[in-house]
């Protein structure tokens, strides 16, 4: 690195920290894709819904340093001609540093978001609310069926009621699951 020995202190600060920064980020970056070492985005992923916290996300880890420095080096290098008050310069670099760990935070984020179990069960129909699609008979004589919306899409269910007829246009809500196949509901 004799390259940087007549560079200005501060700028050679900056460079020594964006170059092996900057080769551990592309080693890691492939090592991830690769599937090797990777271990902390998938804790992080499955560890996000079990935290009794708003934070999904540990702010102090290898993988965000690594952001942070990566931003606060490169930014720093960048602007080094045009800010010429170095205070002023190494605020700016910070602040890109602190923005590069929250463009990680929102890419986890959606990435998650695709990791979501959408797919429909039964279950998850108790207590919600559907509209009487076919007429239902009273007292469990009978089937009939209601529509309900789950995770945004509609299904056509059997259902049973204990109580009277209900009739077809009517809100109806789950209250239980009878032989894992048909809804038991009431009127609302």
Known sequence: MNFLENYDPLLRAFWYIALPVSLFFVLQTVMTFMGVGGEDIET??????????DTPFELFTL???I?????????????YDSITNKTILVVVA????????ALFFFTIK?????NENNSF???KTINQTGTVYLTIPEKKS?????????NGSFHELDALTENDRIET???VKVIKIENNAVLIVEKI
């Open 142 to 150: 009978g089937k009939g069926k209601i529509q309900i919306s789950i």
């Open 121 to 123: 069960s039964l279950a």
């Open 67 to 79: 952001n942070f420095l990566l931003g606060f080096s490169w930014s720093g290098i960048s602007f």
């Open 63 to 65: 993988r965000n340093l």
């Open 169 to 171: 246009g009517t809100m």
């Open 44 to 53: 992080e992923l499955e560890s996000e819904g079990h935290h009794s916290t």
């Open 110 to 114: 959606q990435m998650m978001r695709l």
């Open 94 to 101: 910070f602040l890109v540093g602190v923005v590069f760990v």
